[in-house]
């Protein structure tokens, strides 16, 4: 099993910043890729940004160029650096951990992007 806890969601002016963390915690030696999806209202969950184990990542078309994701593996833990965000960009955003076998879910966080 693994568990994963989110935080760093927020309200922020279009043009801003927010920083997004994901701590993994359980069976976390058998995890190859972690991740970040997001569901903005009446639409379906998308790939925001992947890294592997190996530290490959990859992104968005729509997001390119502004978010970074980034490992520390000492603290089991992604990070999602999204700058310049825009109010489209405003879902809730979720963490994902896959292994060989199974895909795991953290619960969600709220990024809202308002003048």
């Known amino acids: 099993q693994v568990q994963l806890v989110e935080s760093g969601g927020g309200l922020v002016q279009p043009g801003g910043s927010l920083r997004l963390s994901c701590a993994a915690s359980g069976s976390i030696f058998s995890l190859y890729v972690m991740g970040w999806y997001r569901r903005a209202p009446g639409n379906q969950r998308e790939l925001v940004a992947t890294i592997t184990s190996s530290g490959s990542t990859d992104y968005a078309d729509s997001v390119k160029g502004r978010f970074t994701i980034s490992g520390d593996n000492a603290k089991s833990t992604v990070y999602l650096q999204m700058n310049n965000l825009k109010p489209e960009d405003t879902a809730v955003y979720y963490c994902?951990?896959?292994?060989?076998?199974?895909?795991?879910w953290g619960q969600g966080t709220q990024v809202t992007v308002s003048s």
């Open positions: 994902n951990a896959k292994t060989p076998t199974r895909s795991y």
